[in-house]
């Protein structure tokens, strides 16, 4: 953090360069990243709503059981109801990344306010948003939930709201250490000195300008922490529940059938469900 | 050491003490914010069978001397807290607190192991690429952390019970058999799977590597590079315990999820086992116990870890 944000020179603001040349290449990476999985989700809603899909994901086959790719028009074949993969697999994304995007929306929202408020005006916002920070984190967010889920039953959008919750300490502290950074800095005095309004420092400068890499890559990383544990709660069953398509569903069932499985073909799909959590987790490191 | 060098540290020490205090109030607070926000209560289960109407209700609250406001009931439920009366569990009936005690050191013994593997493996890895920069071998030891880190904890977990137990046979299915002699070997499985798999190996080997980095540039280092004295000696304090404590109190919540999972997928008899048990039965008063003791060792871990701060800096009592 401290040696990317050497590069923010203030002198591009001025140029007529377009913003898509001036923006470095991670960004571009991270930002269309960002718009492919928006893309993918409602591509999915599209077709599984205008019955585009080759077959109805909900369709049960019982001649068809397990069948391997290629057999009968299903192109990657069947699951252990004989319904068709490719159309679930398509349909499954909505349930994988819509609550994730939930739980980054909720966290980058919540955490950018309050680093705002406590590396801004600092003072008394300073220690509360110290003292909730640390609140939250003294919770471990499994059990966090669990509790959530002993209380209430909630379903997974609910739950992805208390990871969006749980997720606020790390983007609040982040754009804290930002914040109090920048405001030793020039730019930010001269702003003040010309009269600007807070509300345009705050968004124009410091956010748009400065943070926005910062914010990117925390989405990206919220986004894989949120789908690792979408798939934990998956597996400890309280998750997306088995009638509705979702990827990790998949993702936990495999590894039990695994210890039983004799094929070998079933035994290399569940990798491919790994790829996204993956993805994130490169791209947000790289 | 005199008194009077002594005097600010023990202040400084007192007052982590009273911010822990405080959270772990906070900690209580919010737990029973949820409780008192979950659907149904006992009364109104005893209203709708057996009552007629809810003034006998009322009645029987009064009678068994249920306080009426919340900021009532939390206070009463917090003394009974304080006192070690958690309650008793609505499945098993047994006491809340022993129960959580006796499964808890399992859970101790699966955590503390897999941080130490976490540091067994993150820790060379980052001194290394923090001494000789980037070589093929820190470099894919790196890329290896990521990789692993990536991995959901369960399918990692059927992973090795796949390959160790079926393929080869090395390790027996149950585990817990502490009679044979060589009973330790059979914990290895899930502490090996915990330490590598809860996903905080690469935040490990990069903050240690980036923390010691600064720290080789320091001026001091290079001073005392220049006299030829030990680096590691001088570095070690503000270059590797302090860094290494905070990253381990800061990830003790992730291991502890982890342990969750973890345990569910070796049956390890411990806590995060028994969480589950209760969410699945919505068992209130146990995970109700269960949250606030792991809450308690997040802060010990962090109380520990500003101790230790404080008493390895000796700029932080002096203000």
Redesign the interface.
């Known amino acids: 953090m401290k040696r990317y944000s050497q590069y923010s020179t203030n002198i591009s603001d001025f140029s007529d360069v377009p913003f898509w040349k001036k923006a470095g290449t991670m960004d571009l990476v991270y930002v269309s990243y960002g718009i492919f999985i928006v893309i993918l989700v409602i591509v999915s809603y599209i077709l599984g709503a205008f019955n585009l899909l080759p077959f109805d994901p909900h369709e049960i086959n019982i001649k068809l059981l397990m069948a391997p790719p290629k057999t009968a028009g299903h192109i990657l074949g069947t699951d252990f109801m004989g319904r068709d993969i490719l159309s679930r697999l398509i349909i499954g994304i909505q349930a994988y990344f819509l609550p994730g995007l939930l739980a980054i929306a909720i966290a980058l929202v919540i955490g950018t306010c309050f680093g705002i408020l406590a590396g801004y005006w600092g003072g008394g916002f300073d220690t509360a948003i110290t003292?909730i920070n640390?609140?939250l984190?003294?919770?471990?967010?499994?059990?966090?939930i669990?509790?959530?889920?002993?209380?209430?039953?909630p379903d997974i959008y609910y739950i992805m709201v208390i990871v969006g919750i749980t997720n606020v300490p790390v983007v609040a502290s982040l754009i804290k250490g930002k914040i109090q950074f920048l405001k030793q800095k020039y730019f930010i005095e001269a702003a003040t000195a010309l009269g600007l309004k807070n509300r345009i420092i705050i968004f124009k400068h410091i956010l748009w300008h400065n943070c926005r890499s910062v914010l990117i890559i925390q989405a990206t990383l919220g986004m894989?922490e949120a789908i690792?544990m979408e798939?934990?709660l998956s597996?400890?069953?309280?998750g997306v529940q088995e009638p509705i398509p979702s990827w990790e569903i998949w993702?936990?069932l495999?590894?039990?059938t695994?210890?039983r499985a004799s094929s070998g073909r079933r035994r290399h799909r569940?990798l491919l469900y790994?790829l996204p959590?993956?993805v994130?987790?490169?791209l947000a490191?790289g | 050491m005199k008194l009077s060098a002594i005097r600010p540290i023990l202040l400084l020490i007192c007052k982590e003490l009273a911010i822990a205090g405080l959270l772990l109030l906070g900690v209580s607070f919010i737990v029973f914010i949820i409780l008192f926000l979950s659907p149904g209560d006992p009364f109104s289960l005893l209203l709708k069978g057996q009552m007629a109407s809810d003034a006998v209700g009322a009645g029987t609250r009064e009678a068994l001397r249920v306080p009426a406001a919340w900021y009532a009931q939390y206070l009463s439920w917090l003394s009974n807290i304080l006192r070690g009366n958690f309650g008793t569990s609505i499945r098993t009936g047994l006491p809340v607190l022993s129960e959580v005690i006796r499964v808890g050191i399992n859970t101790l013994y699966l955590t503390i192991g897999s941080m130490l593997v976490t540091l067994l493996l993150a820790v060379p890895i980052a001194i290394l690429s923090a001494r000789r920069g980037m070589t093929v071998f820190t470099w894919t030891s790196t890329i290896f952390t990521y990789v692993v880190s990536a991995l959901p904890v369960f399918w990692f977990g059927y992973i090795v019970i796949y390959i160790s137990m079926h393929q080869f046979g090395l390790f027996p299915l149950a585990f817990g058999s502490s009679s044979q002699k060589i009973g330790w070997l059979y914990f290895m499985p899930p502490v090996l799977v915990l330490g590598i798999g809860n996903g905080t190996i690469s935040e490990v080997v990069r903050y240690l590597r980036e923390e010691m980095e600064r720290v080789f540039s320091e001026d001091y280092i290079r001073l005392a590079r220049a006299k030829g004295a030990s680096i590691w000696k001088h570095s070690f304090k503000e270059g590797f315990l302090i860094p290494i404590t905070e990253i381990i109190a800061s990830k003790i919540p992730f291991i502890l999820g982890g342990a969750v999972v973890v345990e569910q997928v070796f049956n390890w008899p411990g806590m995060g086992r028994m969480a589950w048990q209760a969410a699945q039965d919505r068992d209130y008063p146990l995970i109700m116990g269960i949250t606030i003791v792991a809450a308690i060792i997040v802060r010990l871990g962090s109380l520990i870890q500003s101790v230790v701060y404080i008493i390895v800096n000796p700029r932080a009592s002096q203000k």
Do not use: D, Q
Not at chain 1, 235 to 238: I, M
């Open positions: 003292y640390n609140l984190n003294s919770f471990p967010r499994l059990v966090l669990l509790l959530m889920v002993a209380a209430f039953k894989a690792l798939t934990s597996y400890l069953g309280f993702f936990c495999e590894p039990t695994l210890c569940h790994c959590s993956w994130f987790i490169y490191t």
